[in-house]
């Protein structure tokens, strides 16, 4: 390398040669000092505790402040994952090396657990990082639903928060029947120790309800598209939300409450793996392909041999039933439903994370769902002022990106996991 | 039989705010096939608008200043406030829709959801969380015509709802500007080459969509007198159920259909407990598209749709 080379370029090259278990280590080197030596040093900065999501809060609560926290985000999160993750860099190149010979399960699950001992160790900071984490993750589930019908389909539904409706009352209805709430089905309850096995099998309910109800969108987009459909579905919002209200079985508009504790951090993580690892699998699958030809033009997808009704069908069951297990998830995370959730509020929601990550995308999913909800908390200081924040900044990505933010883009865990060469050929 | 007429006239009332409503949703849909989301809310700026109007006009001629009816004031307060509001929509389309006019049709549907949300918040800002009230420009009075009582401000909801829609009707057959519209919906590529100003022809669609809307707003304001910053979400969302089903860019098909929810909700509130009454109306609208896929009257389903 020369070395009239600016230090910008050096720096860039450097990082650049980092892979991605570079970057995990350098996480869990900044979550491990947070953790130690976070308290103190957020006193040594002058804040009164550590911040809860990267002192943006403590920045619009007190503008004073602005430099303290800056200068905390900068010594706890930035310098470390900067630091370790070029240390590292040499040694992580040879391991992720290593890993990728093996059977691609082998270097997933190496990754996976590495962010989440990093995501765990952040949320035991505070509950409320907790509560942020475990939010952020079902609306990446929802979001990522979504993204196969609106994104990878291209129809326009608006009956997601009903399908989640479905999935979190089935949901909470097996639990809180079985457990909590002997005159729900009229039998004994069962053993508190069998519930962490059984909450599978009531989230699996959930989003198998969930699709059925999907039936009835599913069955008219046989006929029609667009705008009718997308009334098709925005009546099927209404009047799942209506026949919940008129359930006095589900103590009707005044909502369920007393779900069990049982959706703690690695429960919610763990689904949201196996929904981005099945969604991703279907989308790049012959059937998910078929979605796409559908999209693009249904008649000639239908003259290449493509089966449309098949795949509309698996598609919007398939999405729906996501939708489900991220609604019996969300219900058993705040432990009280009521119909009023799910309404246009929810729906402008969920829309609002997948056109601003992207469409068809996996990676815009995840990115439109961290970022909308995230940016959600961490502006809640500003009460109101949040409301026309947010909704600018998606107007501006639609203007100047109209697609989303990353869209298109397929997510291939092969090549995001594979070594960094740098740039003199070294690994 | 009297209640049945009675909620035949309550029906003819609430049906006029939802056909006055879907009517923006209809024109503007006919020009660029996409719904206006954010109508719902202009609707209820309207409202507001109509609000600040007439207080102005009564703070006027209590003053003395004018020395004018309250009926006149109320023909004021309607017409100013829709003039106002038509460049509210203006705005909108300006700053929401033209900057997206080649983008797909879901992102110009996201950004008017996030421009309700602005218009709502922005409210919300302006004015605080209180409720407001319209001012009551006229007395009620109550006419009893065998067991069915009409009051005259139920009679002049529908009337003047039929009476803008009429002028609608006849703005867009007779003018040249509404035959610049219609020629717009039936070719959008080949008309603005024939020299007809394109960015004029959809700004005044989107305005007089949006003084519909505002008209809308005072006729609720004077039947249900408390506003609040989100009454437009509800009745934005079903107005649009109204435009598709009468399907899409017809106006005569978004007058029905709006008649028609309005219809259904009441009776359905009327025959089986009121909780049910959106259960049973979206069944049945339900029903209608999956028999009529495309609306009383839209063109059907083909799969050459510009998206």
Partial sequence: MPDTMPKTGKLRAAFSRVPLLGWLLGILAAVVIEKYLGTDLALGVGLPKIPALFGIDIMLKKPLLV?????????????????????????????????IRLPITVPVIVHLALFYVSMH????????????????????????SLNVINGYMGEFSCSHPGFMAL???????????????????????LPEGMGPFLFPVALLAGGVLAAVGA???????????????????????????????????????????????WAGLPTVFLWTVLCVWTINNYVRSTLGKAMNAIRDNELAADAMTVDTRRTKMVGFLFAAFWAGVAGGLFAHVLRYVNPGTFGIQQLAEVLAMVYFGGLNSV???????????????????????????????????????????VAFKDLDAESLLRPKQGPDGGA | MAIFLQNLVNSLQWGSFYALIALGYSMVYSILMLFNFAHGDIFMVGAYIGVGVSFGLLALTSSGILAIPNWLILVMTILISMFLTSFVGMIVERVGYRPLRNAPRA?????????????????????????????????????????????????????????????????????????AMRAMSFDFVAVPLMGVPVNKVIALTFGIGSALAAAAGILFGIAYPVLDPYMGVLFGWKAFVAAILGGRGSILGATLAGFLLGFTEIFVAMIFPSTLRDLIAYSIILLILTFRPHGFFGEPYSAQLRL
Avoid at chain 1, 174 to 181: W, Y
Avoid at chain 1, 375 to 389: D, T, V
Wanted: charged letters at 15%.
């Fill in chain 1, 67 to 99: 430099p303290n926290a800056f200068l905390y985000t900068l010594l706890i999160y930035a310098l470390p994952v900067g630091v370790v993750g070029v240390a590292t860099a040499p040694l992580a190149n040879r391991a992720a090396a290593a890993l």
């Fill in chain 1, 121 to 144: 160790l952040w949320a035991e900071v505070s509950d409320y990082r907790a509560l942020v984490l475990r939010l952020t993750l079902i609306a990446v589930m929802l979001t990522l």
């Fill in chain 1, 167 to 189: 999935g979190a009352y089935c949901a909470s209805v097996v639990t809180v029947g079985l457990f909590v709430d002997k005159g729900m089905f009229g039998i004994d309850l």
């Fill in chain 1, 215 to 261: 039936l009835v969108v599913a069955v008219p987009s046989f006929r029609t598209r667009g705008d009718y459909l997308a009334i098709i579905s925005l009546a099927f919002l209404f009047i799942v939300k209506s026949v919940i209200e008129n359930l006095e079985f589900v103590r009707g508009p005044r909502g369920m409450s007393g779900q069990p504790d």
């Fill in chain 1, 363 to 405: 990676y815009g999913s995840i990115v439109g769902a961290v970022s909308i909800s995230m940016l959600g908390e961490a502006l809640r200081p500003l009460e109101i002022f949040k409301w026309i924040i947010i909704p600018l900044l998606l107007i501006l990505v639609m203007i100047y990106r109209p697609t989303g933010l």
């Fill in chain 2, 107 to 179: 992102s110009a549907a996201i950004t008017g959801l996030m421009i309700g949300i602005i218009l709502e918040t922005g409210n919300l800002i302006l004015l605080g969380a209180r409720r407001i009230s319209f001012p009551s420009l006229i007395e009620t009075a109550t006419y009893d015509i065998g067991g069915v009582f009409l009051t005259n401000k139920k009679i002049m909801i529908v009337a003047v709802s039929l009476l803008l829609t009429l002028a609608l009707h006849q703005f867009i057959r007779r003018t040249k500007w509404g035959m």
